[in-house]
C-alpha cells in the first residue's frame, strides 16, 4: 500500500518520525479535521493526508542510500546531504560550517540554556510517583557568523546528532538535522540540509476566525500587571512528555534533550518578533504507561493535561503555561491549545511533536499552539505560522505580532524579565541576547532591557583572520571571541592576507607530528613534508659506494689497483660502526689477495702519515677505518676508531677479513663519522663516510665489502642497515693523472672529449699509434703491440705502427 491514487509521494507524506530508538508511531491519516469550543475557545491543527504505514518503507530505503530517501524521510521537497561536524572551541563552545547555496558557512555556538534557574527534571516511575532526576547538561546553544552578524541560529543537540536552525540575513530560514537512524546506509555525521521551503506542508484549512476569541479572562493564579514598557520578557514554561513520546526516544535524557532543542529554536522566533522568551522550569517524563493520558483524542488529553495540572499534582513548579509532547497518533489534528490563555489557569497546549517528518514542522507546530496561548488566532497566511493547516514556515505575520505582544503587555505582571538580556550589537547588527551571550560572541551588550528597535548599531571593523584560512571584515571583539587575528580598524581584506602558514613534518626525537615552523619544537623537515615513511627515525643510507684512487701506486712487480670504499649517508648523517653479527657477518675480500705494507696496519689507526717520506707506498696500504684516512684523522682533527671482536690475522697477510661477533666503531661525538662530499665511481655528487682504502692485486681482481652498519640520521635518531657489493677495476683510466677518472672528468665537463671515445682531450695526440699515451710513437709502443699480437693487433696494425713511428 501506499500514498492515493493521484498522490505523488513527497506531496502527501509527513514523513518519518525523527526519534532514533523506540516504535516508530503511525503517519498522520487522511480524515476530515474537526474543532471544539468549550468555556475557552480550543484551536487546532491539522493535515490531510493518505499515506499508510507502508509509505514508510518508501521513506526509509532498505538498502542504498540517496538524496531521494533522505528527503522522504523528512518530507521535504528537496534537500541536500552534508556530513558535518561539531569542533569544540574553547571551554563550552562549538564551531560548525556548512554549505548552503554553494557557499561556506562558519557559525560560533555558545551555551545557551533554555531552563530556568529553579528547573527540574522529574520522571514518573512505575507506582505512579515523580522522582526528581538531575538535570542534564546545557545542550541548547546560540551561534553567530562573524562575517554576517546579523544571522542567528539556534543549536540543540541530541541523542542521534544535533538539530539546526539558521535565519539569515535576509530572514530566509534554513535546518540541518541528522539521517543516522532514520534513513538505512546514513553515516553517523550525515546530515540533512534544507530550506523552509524545502518543507512539504500539510494540507487542510482550518475555519476558526476572530469570532471564537474569549475576550473576558477567567481569574488566574498569576496577578496581572501593568502594561510593560519595553524589553525582552519571559513566561515560566513546564512540558509533560507522555509515555508515548518518552517511547520513541527510549531515555530520559533523550526526551529531555528533544524538548530543549525544539524550545529553544522557537524561542528564537517568539524574541526576535515578539520580545518574549520561555524559561523551562520543569520537564516530566512518564516512563510508564500508566500516566495520566488514556486516549488517543487530542481533546481528551488536553482536558487530562489540564485536570493533571490543576489537581495540585506538581506543587512547588510554578508555570505560565504547559505543553504536553505526546507520541500517540491523534488523527488529524496534531495539535491543539486554548486561546489568549498564558497565566490563567488555561495555560495548556497539546502537540504531537514528532508528526511530520521535519524538524522544522515540529519547531512550527510548537510556535503555533503557544501562540495560540499568547492570543494569536488564525490568519490567510499560507507561508507563515498562524495559518490554519500547519505551514512549517516558522514566522509570524505582523497582525499575529500584534496580538501577541498586546497579550503579552496586558499580564506583563506575570512575566518578568529573564535576566540581563537587551540589544547586543554585532558589528553593525543587532540581536537580543543575555548579556554573557552577547559578550561570549564578541558583541557590545547595549544594557539591560534594551530593544534593538531602539538602538544603532556602529562598530569600526577590519580584517579578520580565522583560524580557516578565510578573512572577514568585522570588529575587533567579535574577531577575539572566535580566537582570529584582527589586523586592525579599516584594514581591508586580502585574498592572500589569512593564508595559513605551510605545515610540514616535524621532527623531536623520534616523534613526528605535522606543525608550522613555528610551533615546531625540534627540527621542521620543510613546508608540505609529511610524517609517512617516518622521516624521523629513517635514514637516506643507499648503500656502499667505492672511488677508484689509481692503479700500480706501489712499486710491486705485479699489478695492483686501489680503492676508497665508503658508506653512502646523507647530508647531516654520520655513521658510528661498521660490523658483523650472526645476522650480517662482515665480509672483506679480494679475489687476487690485498697489498699490505709492513710498516702499515689493519685500520687507520696503524698508518702513521710521518712515515709517508720514508716509505711512499705506505700511503696505499689497504687498511678499513670510519672517516679518517690515518692515524693523524685526515681531514678531520683526530682519529677515534676503536675496533672489537675482529680477527685481523688473515687481512693482515693479504686475505680477506671474516667477522659475526666484531665491529670498527667510533662514538657519536666524534667528527670522523660525519658524512662528506664525494664524488662516487660512476660519477655521481654525494655524502658518504670513508670506511676502507683497499690497494687490490690484479687488474681484473674483484674487491667484496658487506658488513651491517650503524648510524644517526639528521635528527640524531639511530639507525642500522645493511649491504654488500663487489668491485671491479673494469677500464678506470685517469690519463690526466688528476685524481679523478677520464669518464667522471668528460661526464662534469672538466675535460673534452670530441671525438667521444671515452679519452679526455688533453690525453690525445695525433699519433694514433701511441698505445702508452705519451704523446709519441716510440719502441713502447711497439713493444706493446707486438704483446698484444696476433689476439689484439695483426701485421697490418703492425706496419702501420711502423709507418708512423718517430711521430710526436
Same mark, same amino acid.
Given at each position: 500500500?501506499? +500514498?492515493?491514487?493521484?498522490?505523488?509521494?513527497?506531496?502527501? +507524506?509527513?514523513?518519518?518520525?525523527?526519534?532514533?530508538?523506540?516504535? !516508530?508511531?503511525? %503517519?498522520?491519516?487522511?480524515?476530515?479535521?474537526?474543532?471544539?469550543?468549550?468555556?475557552?475557545?480550543?484551536?487546532?491543527?491539522?493535515?490531510?493526508?493518505?499515506?499508510?504505514?507502508?509509505?514508510?518503507?518508501?521513506?526509509?530505503?532498505?538498502?542504498?542510500?540517496?538524496?531521494?530517501?533522505?528527503?522522504?524521510?523528512?518530507?521535504?521537497?528537496?534537500?541536500?546531504?552534508?556530513?558535518?561536524?561539531?569542533?569544540?572551541?574553547?571551554?563550552?563552545?562549538?564551531?560548525?560550517?556548512?554549505?548552503?547555496?554553494?557557499?561556506?558557512?562558519?557559525?560560533?555556538?555558545?551555551?545557551?540554556?533554555?531552563?530556568?534557574?529553579?528547573?527540574?527534571?522529574?520522571?514518573?516511575?512505575?507506582?505512579?510517583?515523580?522522582?526528581?532526576?538531575?538535570?542534564?547538561?546545557?545542550?541548547?546553544?546560540?551561534?553567530?557568523?562573524?562575517?554576517?552578524?546579523?544571522?542567528?541560529?539556534?543549536?540543540?543537540?541530541?541523542?542521534?546528532?544535533?538539530?539546526?536552525?539558521?535565519?539569515?540575513?535576509?530572514?530566509?530560514?534554513?535546518?540541518?538535522?541528522?539521517?543516522?537512524?532514520?534513513? $538505512?546506509?546514513?553515516?553517523?555525521?550525515?546530515?540533512?540540509?534544507?530550506?523552509?521551503?524545502?518543507?512539504?506542508?500539510?494540507?487542510?484549512?482550518?475555519?476558526?476566525?476572530?469570532?471564537?476569541?474569549?475576550? #473576558?479572562?477567567?481569574?488566574?493564579?498569576?496577578?496581572?500587571?501593568?502594561?510593560?514598557?519595553?524589553?525582552?520578557?519571559?513566561?515560566?514554561?513546564?512540558?509533560?512528555?507522555?509515555?508515548?513520546?518518552?517511547?520513541?526516544?527510549?531515555?530520559?535524557?533523550?526526551?529531555?534533550?528533544?524538548?530543549?532543542?525544539?524550545?529553544?529554536?522557537?524561542?528564537?522566533?517568539?524574541?526576535?518578533?515578539?520580545s518574549l522568551t520561555h524559561e523551562i522550569q520543569a520537564i516530566v517524563v512518564r516512563s510508564t504507561s500508566d500516566d495520566p493520558?488514556?486516549?488517543?483524542?487530542?481533546?481528551?488529553? %488536553?482536558?487530562?493535561?489540564?485536570?493533571?495540572?490543576?489537581?495540585?499534582?506538581?506543587?512547588?513548579?510554578?508555570?505560565?503555561?504547559?505543553?504536553?509532547?505526546?507520541?500517540?497518533?491523534?488523527?488529524?489534528?496534531?495539535?491543539?491549545?486554548?486561546?489568549?490563555?498564558?497565566?490563567?489557569?488555561?495555560?495548556?497546549?497539546?502537540?504531537?511533536?514528532?508528526?511530520?517528518? *521535519?524538524?522544522?514542522?515540529?519547531?512550527?507546530?510548537?510556535?503555533?499552539?503557544?501562540?495560540?496561548?499568547?492570543?494569536?488566532?488564525?490568519?490567510?497566511?499560507?507561508?507563515?505560522?498562524?495559518?490554519?493547516?500547519?505551514?512549517?514556515?516558522?514566522?509570524?505575520? *505582523?497582525?499575529?505580532?500584534?496580538?501577541?505582544?498586546?497579550?503579552?503587555?496586558?499580564?506583563?505582571?506575570?512575566?518578568?524579565?529573564?535576566?540581563?538580556?537587551?540589544?547586543?550589537?554585532?558589528?553593525?547588527?543587532? !540581536?537580543?541576547?543575555?548579556?554573557?551571550?552577547?559578550?561570549?560572541?564578541?558583541?557590545?551588550?547595549?544594557?539591560?532591557?534594551?530593544?534593538?528597535?531602539?538602538?544603532?548599531?556602529?562598530?569600526?571593523?577590519?580584517?579578520?583572520?580565522l583560524a580557516s584560512g578565510s578573512c572577514a571584515t568585522v570588529t575587533e571583539s567579535q574577531c577575539n571571541a572566535v580566537g582570529?587575528?584582527?589586523?586592525?580598524?579599516?584594514?581591508?581584506?586580502?585574498?592572500?592576507?589569512?593564508?595559513?602558514?605551510?605545515?610540514?613534518?616535524?621532527?623531536?626525537?623520534?616523534?613526528?607530528?605535522?606543525?608550522?615552523?613555528?610551533?615546531?619544537?625540534?627540527?621542521?623537515?620543510?613546508?608540505?613534508?609529511?610524517?609517512?615513511?617516518?622521516?624521523?627515525? *629513517?635514514?637516506?643510507?643507499?648503500?656502499?659506494?667505492?672511488?677508484?684512487?689509481?692503479?700500480?701506486?706501489?712499486?710491486?712487480?705485479?699489478?695492483?689497483?686501489?680503492?676508497?670504499?665508503?658508506?653512502?649517508?646523507?647530508?647531516?648523517?654520520?655513521?658510528?660502526?661498521?660490523?658483523?653479527?650472526?645476522?650480517?657477518?662482515?665480509?672483506?675480500? *679480494?679475489?687476487?689477495?690485498?697489498?699490505?705494507?709492513?710498516?702499515?696496519?689493519?685500520?687507520?689507526?696503524?698508518?702513521?702519515?710521518?712515515?709517508?717520506?720514508?716509505?711512499?707506498? %705506505?700511503?696505499?696500504?689497504?687498511?678499513?677505518?670510519?672517516?679518517?684516512? #690515518?692515524?693523524?684523522?685526515?681531514?678531520?682533527?683526530?682519529?677515534?676508531?676503536?675496533?672489537?671482536?675482529?680477527?685481523?690475522?688473515?687481512?693482515?697477510?693479504?686475505?680477506?677479513?671474516?667477522?659475526?661477533?666484531?665491529?670498527?666503531?667510533?662514538? $657519536?661525538?666524534?667528527?670522523?663519522?660525519?658524512?662528506?662530499?664525494?664524488?662516487?665511481?660512476?660519477?655521481?655528487?654525494?655524502?658518504?663516510?670513508?670506511?676502507?682504502?683497499?690497494?687490490?692485486?690484479?687488474?681484473?681482481?674483484?674487491?667484496?665489502?658487506? $658488513?651491517?652498519?650503524?648510524?644517526?640520521?639528521?635528527?640524531?635518531?639511530?639507525?642500522?642497515?645493511?649491504?654488500?657489493?663487489?668491485?671491479?677495476?673494469?677500464?678506470?683510466?685517469?690519463?690526466?693523472?688528476?685524481?679523478?677518472?677520464?669518464?667522471?672528468?668528460?661526464?662534469?665537463?672538466?675535460?673534452?672529449?670530441?671525438?667521444?671515445?671515452?679519452?679526455?682531450?688533453?690525453?690525445?695526440?695525433?699519433?694514433?699509434?701511441?698505445?702508452?699515451?705519451?704523446?709519441?710513437?716510440?719502441?713502447?709502443?711497439?713493444?706493446?703491440?707486438?704483446?698484444?699480437?696476433?689476439?689484439?693487433?695483426?701485421?697490418?696494425?703492425?706496419? $702501420?705502427?711502423?709507418?708512423?713511428?718517430?711521430?710526436?
Amino acid at each position: 500500500m501506499g +500514498c492515493t491514487e493521484g498522490c505523488g509521494l513527497l506531496a502527501c +507524506c509527513p514523513g518519518a518520525v525523527p526519534a532514533p530508538v523506540g516504535p !516508530q508511531p503511525a %503517519l498522520i491519516r487522511g480524515v476530515q479535521m474537526s474543532y471544539f469550543q468549550r468555556s475557552f475557545t480550543r484551536l487546532a491543527i491539522g493535515v490531510a493526508a493518505t499515506c499508510s504505514l507502508s509509505t514508510l518503507a518508501l521513506a526509509v530505503p532498505a538498502g542504498g542510500f540517496n538524496i531521494n530517501a533522505a528527503c522522504e524521510a523528512l518530507s521535504l521537497e528537496f534537500c541536500t546531504i552534508q556530513h558535518l561536524e561539531l569542533l569544540p572551541v574553547g571551554e563550552d563552545g562549538y564551531e560548525l560550517t556548512l554549505i548552503i547555496e554553494g557557499q561556506a558557512r562558519r557559525l560560533t555556538f555558545t551555551p545557551h540554556d533554555v531552563r530556568g534557574e529553579n528547573y527540574v527534571l522529574l520522571v514518573q516511575e512505575a507506582d505512579g510517583s515523580l522522582v526528581e532526576y538531575p538535570p542534564g547538561p546545557v545542550n541548547t546553544y546560540r551561534g553567530t557568523e562573524v562575517s554576517h552578524p546579523m544571522v542567528r541560529s539556534a543549536l540543540g543537540i541530541e541523542e542521534d546528532g544535533f538539530r539546526l536552525r539558521l535565519i539569515d540575513e535576509d530572514e530566509r530560514q534554513w535546518f540541518a538535522e541528522p539521517l543516522d537512524g532514520r534513513v $538505512a546506509g546514513a553515516d553517523i555525521d550525515a546530515y540533512a540540509v534544507y530550506e523552509d521551503s524545502a518543507i512539504i506542508s500539510p494540507l487542510n484549512e482550518c475555519p476558526v476566525d476572530e469570532g471564537w476569541r474569549m475576550t #473576558d479572562l477567567p481569574s488566574s493564579h498569576r496577578s496581572h500587571g501593568e502594561q510593560r514598557s519595553g524589553g525582552l520578557l519571559a513566561a515560566e514554561m513546564a512540558v509533560d512528555a507522555d509515555y508515548e513520546f518518552f517511547q520513541q526516544y527510549g531515555t530520559i535524557s533523550g526526551v529531555e534533550n528533544r524538548v530543549n532543542a525544539v524550545i529553544n529554536s522557537v524561542n528564537t522566533q517568539y524574541e526576535t518578533q515578539c520580545s518574549l522568551t520561555h524559561e523551562i522550569q520543569a520537564i516530566v517524563v512518564r516512563s510508564t504507561s500508566d500516566d495520566p493520558y488514556s486516549t488517543n483524542s487530542i481533546e481528551t488529553r %488536553l482536558d487530562q493535561l489540564q485536570a493533571d495540572w490543576n489537581s495540585g499534582n506538581h506543587p512547588g513548579i510554578t508555570r505560565d503555561i504547559v505543553h504536553l509532547f505526546t507520541g500517540v497518533d491523534t488523527g488529524s489534528t496534531i495539535g491543539l491549545a486554548y486561546l489568549a490563555a498564558v497565566c490563567s489557569g488555561y495555560e495548556y497546549g497539546v502537540v504531537q511533536s514528532n508528526c511530520c517528518g *521535519s524538524f522544522g514542522c515540529a519547531t512550527d507546530l510548537s510556535a503555533h499552539e503557544m501562540g495560540h496561548n499568547w492570543a494569536a488566532n488564525h490568519c490567510t497566511c499560507p507561508s507563515y505560522t498562524m495559518h490554519p493547516s500547519l505551514t512549517c514556515s516558522n514566522q509570524f505575520t *505582523s497582525e499575529s505580532i500584534t496580538s501577541i505582544t498586546n497579550y503579552a503587555n496586558s499580564i506583563s505582571g506575570c512575566l518578568h524579565v529573564p535576566g540581563p538580556h537587551g540589544a547586543c550589537c554585532i558589528g553593525s547588527g543587532c !540581536q537580543q541576547l543575555a548579556e554573557g551571550e552577547c559578550t561570549g560572541i564578541g558583541g557590545v551588550f547595549q544594557g539591560d532591557g534594551t530593544l534593538c528597535a531602539d538602538v544603532v548599531c556602529e562598530a569600526a571593523t577590519g580584517a579578520c583572520c580565522l583560524a580557516s584560512g578565510s578573512c572577514a571584515t568585522v570588529t575587533e571583539s567579535q574577531c577575539n571571541a572566535v580566537g582570529g587575528t584582527y589586523y586592525g580598524d579599516n584594514y581591508p581584506c586580502d585574498p592572500e592576507l589569512c593564508l595559513p602558514d605551510p605545515t610540514g613534518a616535524c621532527c623531536y626525537g623520534s616523534n613526528c607530528s605535522v606543525t608550522e615552523e613555528v610551533d615546531c619544537p625540534g627540527v621542521w623537515m620543510g613546508a608540505d613534508t609529511t610524517c609517512d615513511d617516518d622521516p624521523c627515525t *629513517s635514514t637516506q643510507f643507499s648503500g656502499i659506494s667505492y672511488q677508484v684512487v689509481g692503479v700500480n701506486l706501489v712499486d710491486d712487480p705485479q699489478d695492483t689497483w686501489t680503492v676508497d670504499v665508503f658508506a653512502m649517508v646523507g647530508e647531516g648523517e654520520r655513521l658510528d660502526a661498521v660490523a658483523g653479527n650472526n645476522t650480517q657477518p662482515k665480509t672483506v675480500y *679480494s679475489t687476487e689477495g690485498f697489498y699490505q705494507n709492513g710498516y702499515g696496519g689493519p685500520t687507520s689507526q696503524d698508518v702513521n702519515p710521518a712515515l709517508y717520506a720514508l716509505v711512499p707506498d %705506505l700511503r696505499w696500504d689497504s687498511r678499513v677505518t670510519i672517516g679518517a684516512l #690515518d692515524s693523524s684523522g685526515d681531514p678531520f682533527p683526530e682519529n677515534a676508531l676503536n675496533d672489537i671482536g675482529i680477527d685481523f690475522t688473515n687481512f693482515e697477510n693479504g686475505g680477506a677479513i671474516s667477522a659475526d661477533n666484531g665491529t670498527w666503531f667510533v662514538v $657519536a661525538t666524534d667528527t670522523q663519522g660525519e658524512a662528506q662530499s664525494i664524488v662516487t665511481g660512476d660519477c655521481q655528487d654525494g655524502h658518504g663516510v670513508l670506511i676502507a682504502r683497499l690497494t687490490a692485486y690484479g687488474s681484473s681482481s674483484e674487491v667484496g665489502f658487506e $658488513a651491517l652498519f650503524q648510524g644517526r640520521n639528521a635528527l640524531g635518531v639511530t639507525w642500522q642497515a645493511t649491504d654488500g657489493t663487489i668491485v671491479s677495476l673494469g677500464d678506470w683510466a685517469d690519463c690526466n693523472e688528476n685524481g679523478t677518472a677520464d669518464a667522471c672528468d668528460i661526464a662534469s665537463g672538466d675535460s673534452q672529449d670530441a671525438n667521444e671515445n671515452g679519452i679526455p682531450d688533453e690525453c690525445e695526440t695525433n699519433c694514433q699509434w701511441d698505445l702508452n699515451g705519451d704523446g709519441q710513437t716510440t719502441v713502447d709502443d711497439l713493444l706493446l703491440l707486438i704483446g698484444g699480437y696476433p689476439d689484439t693487433y695483426d701485421v697490418d696494425d703492425l706496419l $702501420a705502427l711502423l709507418a708512423e713511428f718517430g711521430c710526436e
